[in-house]
């Protein structure tokens, strides 16, 4: 049974950092993505990383969000600088996992809470 296990969300002040791991359990990750979900808004797109480490980013992340991944840890990371309340979400990792040699699915983590105080 493949999951996504994420961790490192939580509370800080506007201006900090705070870095999200997403974990694949016995399965290899293909293209990753974070996604975040603010109260009352739709669910969207913060960035994505593929296999061979090509990053995409929306606009109003980039210089201050990284992604990143360790294919030896099946993780992936959203490294979160300069963080702004307008950054208060819930993040979750979506990726394309492979799994005892079958195509990629693709899976949902349970989401983290990130909020930033002003």
């Known amino acids: 049974q493949v999951q996504l296990v994420e961790s490192g969300g939580g509370l800080v002040q506007a201006g900090g950092s705070l870095r999200l791991s997403c974990t694949a359990s016995?399965?290899?990750?293909?293209?990753a993505y974070w996604y975040r979900q603010a109260p009352g808004k739709p669910r969207e797109w913060v960035a994505d990383i593929t296999s061979g480490g090509s990053t995409n980013y929306l606009d109003s992340v980039k210089g201050r969000f990284t992604i990143s991944r360790d294919n030896a840890k099946n993780t992936v990371y959203l490294q979160m600088d300069s963080l702004k309340p307008e950054d208060t979400a819930v993040y979750y990792c979506n990726a394309d996992v492979r799994w005892l040699g079958l195509p990629p699915r693709n899976y949902w983590g349970q989401g983290t809470q990130v909020t930033v105080s002003s």
């Open positions: 016995k399965s290899t990750i293909d293209t």
